[in-house]
């Protein structure tokens, strides 16, 4: 009898709630994965699965989520990414713990209460630069796509409005074929408490349209990385110098292309899931505790000629919208985040236990659904593999067994990232200039799925179990599709972020590491 009501309550399919903010393809997915979609006027209020919509939940939604339940926010979050939150919790950081950690922001000052400390900088440099011009960029605190940003040099074209942030422009961006461009890193925290954060292997690289020139710096389409402006710009559709038609690329065809010049890609993957970890430490102890949710973060990186990566800012609910065939990656994006956070549901289960067949049967369906996490839950550290779905040109799923062998991947992505060393053997401006030549080292599936975890490649050398690592508790799992879990990176961390998050010890991990790779 019992087992007859398992085997029913196990056919019962998973529902999402959604509204008129939702993304498309996030319904497309949650469909094609056998989900339903709620029905306020057929159903109960409360018998659904996972609400996902664009804008923020009420504390009081959060505070009345029940177990079975998954909302796509989490509460607290708009300190990271508010432009002016932000810039005022990595100062506060520095502050507290050094400029050499958290040096990844461009200087910025908040409006109106840093005007005066703003004119003083901009004079200073003057004098210091002399003849040579300064750039400044102004950017509305909470707005997007590029809405109502100013770039100046000189003061007098500066408008001061509150509610803005000032900001030192990057004048020396990498250029590829003379295009600028910048990174969206998605990053998705599955628990602030304990902090839990994971990183999506793939992901998007926004080109300007219009080569860069400042001796012009009214022109959006050279300056702004956004899609939304630049599709609409005249050069949208021209096949472009070395970036091709369009304005995406995908992360993987980037990294590709720096490796065909020999710059070190993995370090610099390792310099941003770095700039992730301590920029998430900056708001993680102040938000609010909130089970069942999640939240997905759009960085937003520049890098500079020099290969230096630079905050620029941090969105959540990053744009989902299918605009052109290198955003069909969003698709995998979302398959991946539902398989993300039911692996992580099944992680919270103790909390839960009161709560019987209706979870229980949900945590069955979702183990059965596409994302099929069964065969990824028993695998081994030292061989890891898995299941990646690759998309057609027509859009249909090829599942393909990818394997990561994490002993072939360099040593701890963290510990290289802190040495400092910048092994790049090409100047960059050269690079936005002439014709990569093709390099045969990398094989197929390192283009796809560049790296392994860094939490792989420790528990490979320290061979630990893969589920539990000591007494702190269980370690979340090291990795969901192209999703990896950057933090915790250690035993050492995965303690200090259980039982109230200890900011000040994470950071010494971090340290240590840089000093020990130092000597
Ligand atoms: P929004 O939220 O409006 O997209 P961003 O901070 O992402 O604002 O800025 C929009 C674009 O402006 C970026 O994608 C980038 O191309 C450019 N940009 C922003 N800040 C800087 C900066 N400090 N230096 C150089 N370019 C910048």
Redesign the pocket.
Known sequence: MEEDESSGALLKPLVFRVDETTPPVVQSVLLERGWNKFDEQEQNAEDWNLYWRTSSFRMTEHINVKPWQQLNHHPGTTKLTR?DCLAKHLKHMRRMYGTSLYQFI?LTFVMPNDYTKFVAEYFQERQMLGTKRSYW?C??AE?????G?LIFSDFKDFIVDDMYIV????SN?LLIGRY?C?LRIYVCVTGFKPLTIYVYQEGLV?F?TEKFDLSNLQNNYA????SSINKSGASYEKIKEVIGHGCKWTLSRFFSYLRSWDVDDLLLWKKIHRMVILTILAIAPSVPSAANCFELFGF?I?IDDSLKP?L??V?CSPALTLDCSTDVLKRKLVHDIIDLIYLNGLRNEGREASNTTHRNSNIDAAKSDRGGLDAHDCLPYESLSFTSRIYNKDDSVVEKAVSVHPKAAPASQLEGEMSGQEDFHLSTKEMAQSKPKRRSRHTPHKTLMPYASLFQSHSCKTKTSPRVLSDHGKAPDPQAGNFVLVFPFNEATLGASRNGLNVKRIIQELQKLMNKQHS
């Open positions: 432009k461009p960029i950017k509305p707005l997007s796509r590029g809405r940003i900001q030192k422009y990057i961006p600028k910048d926004r300007a300056h702004l990385t956004n937003d520049l630079w620029l800012e969105n």
